[in-house]
């Protein structure tokens, strides 16, 4: 490798950190090498397109940009989407407005154009719920080293429960993962308290230029979150190795790390998996926690530092599983607002629906659940088996494959009509489907229910849409793994 610089950098995973680093160093004169273990860029944020399912996109979960990722924003303006803009120009959709759906009832929503969220509304609060939900997030705002030493050790939902109604705490806690980004048995106080915080006072804004769907508008503080307009990987990652590869970066695809070298003061070497030595006077690890604790173990002298003898506790509860699938409905969907998502808060699990325009393809209605090992949060007697979509640890540990616990779930297949539609609908899911385990990395999400394919959920066969009319609904039959459909009135 040569460079203005002189210097060498080689960058171990092509998910956003390990981009982001190539990105930075290669604008600043260096030689880089990107070395990834799977085939393609994206890590847990990538999308694929199965051979089956007429070729429809699938996620790995659900992704949204709030006003604070600063960041994230600068690198899109520095990427070409096409000749017309950057990606952050013309990926990036519009604010989408959040509701909550109860089974009985009609969704609440959050208005940006109040200065607060009317909380006793969307989360059927009483006013003893709303006084102590208030106190307790006024408490977290307020601290200055009590929060991040003693909240951010305390279960968010566990201390908002212990004063909350029932329902209340069902209801607030079934957000934590859409909106937090972790599901309730894993946010702390702290962590809950700092979103909302950073949500209503996020400095400075994005401007955004007038496009097809209105006028030029402002992304800030208590603004919706963004989404990008059609698959990850197609509408970013792409965009992204292109940009990269043009400026100089060298790709290896399919190539793993294995260990370090490590004389107590440098790097001196990184050995991969097909026995290639790897020098560069700078090494970046970039790959994900669980692919670094095996990596580690396997370079005893560097697992020793302080920061990266982190990585062990951080995994030490086991890989979370996330499915993301798509529901085929009997009637045609009609989404209370133009752009939005809805958090179904009396599912079992952490469950989101949120329609997305897909690429030369009618809108596509995808949902993410998030599913852990234990209870569910609305277990019960009579729903022994509601987690059975989660692998135990000891089958965990006991997997020696580098692959993830991430699949995809296809539980029908469809392609609604882009004609208004005339109902909305939910579900509650009637039982958990099984799930392939492993322990480093994702592999490479399916939309397929081909049984013979590798890290699939398999749930029952459904007829498929017909390619020639893209407006049909497949029609999927009756199994052990059905949706019961409820509607919403709104």
């Not at 890590?43 to 659900?62: I, L, Q």
């Not at 007697?381 to 000891?394: E, F």
Request: contains cysteine; proline residues 7%.
């Amino acid at each position: 490798m040569t460079s203005p610089t002189g210097r060498t950098v080689v960058v171990y995973g092509a998910g956003i950190a390990g981009l982001t680093a190539a990105h930075e160093f290669i604008r600043r004169g260096w030689a880089v090498s990107v070395y990834e273990a799977h085939s393609e860029a994206g890590g847990f944020f990538r999308s694929a397109r199965g051979s089956g399912d007429h070729a429809m996109p699938s996620e790995y979960s659900w992704h949204g940009m709030g006003p604070w990722y600063h960041n994230v924003f600068d690198v899109m303006r520095q990427i070409p989407f096409d000749a017309e803009g950057s990606v952050y120009d013309r990926a990036l959709s519009r604010p989408i407005d959040f509701g909550v759906a109860p089974d009985d009832g009609t969704a609440e929503f959050d208005d940006p154009s109040d200065f607060l969220i009317d909380v006793s509304r969307m989360f059927r609060m009483t006013r003893v719920d709303w006084f102590w939900w208030t106190r307790l997030m006024l408490k977290e705002w307020t601290a200055n080293r009590r929060s991040t030493e003693r909240y951010a050790t305390r279960n968010a939902a566990a201390q908002w429960g212990k004063r909350l109604s029932a329902e209340a705490s069902s209801t607030w806690s079934a957000c934590f993962g859409p909106w937090i980004g972790s599901d309730w048995t894993q946010v702390s106080l702290h962590q809950a308290g700092q979103f909302f915080l950073k949500q209503l006072t996020s400095q400075p804004s994005h401007p955004h230029a007038a496009d097809s769907e209105g006028a030029a508008w402002v992304h800030g503080a208590r603004s919706g979150w963004l989404l990008l307009r059609g698959p990850s990987s197609e509408f970013w990652f792409d965009k992204w190795i292109q940009h990269l590869t043009t400026a100089g970066v060298t790709f290896h695809w399919e190539q793993t790390l294995h260990h370090f070298d490590y004389d107590g003061s440098v790097i001196t070497a990184a050995h991969l998996e097909s026995a290639e030595r790897v020098e560069a006077d700078v090494h970046v690890f970039a790959t994900n926690p669980f692919a670094a604790v095996e990596i580690l173990e396997r370079s005893p002298d560097l697992a020793r530092l302080d920061q990266l003898c982190l990585f062990e506790p951080l995994t030490a509860d086991g890989p979370h599983v996330q499915v993301s699938f798509r529901i085929a409905f009997s009637e045609r969907i009609e989404w209370p607002r133009p752009r939005c998502a809805l958090v179904v808060a009396d599912s079992e699990f952490d469950l989101t629906i949120f329609a997305r325009n897909r690429s030369g393809r009618p809108a596509s209605i995808s949902a993410t659940a998030s599913l852990r090992c234990g209870p569910a949060r609305h277990a019960s007697p009579a729903s022994p088996d509601a987690c059975t979509g989660c692998p135990s640890r000891s089958a965990r540990e006991s997997n020696s494959s580098t692959k993830s616990t991430l699949s995809s779930c296809d539980v029908a297949r469809s392609t609604p009509s882009s004609a208004k539609p005339t109902k909305v609908a939910t579900w509650r899911h009637s039982r958990s489907c099984g799930s392939k385990s492993g322990t480093n990395g994702p592999s490479p999400p399916t939309a397929s229910a081909d049984p013979t394919r590798s890290g699939q959920l398999h749930t029952h066969p459904a007829v498929p849409a017909d390619p020639s009319n893209p407006g049909t609904e497949s029609r999927s039959r009756r199994s052990a793994h059905a949706y019961r459909c409820r509607r919403l009135e709104h």
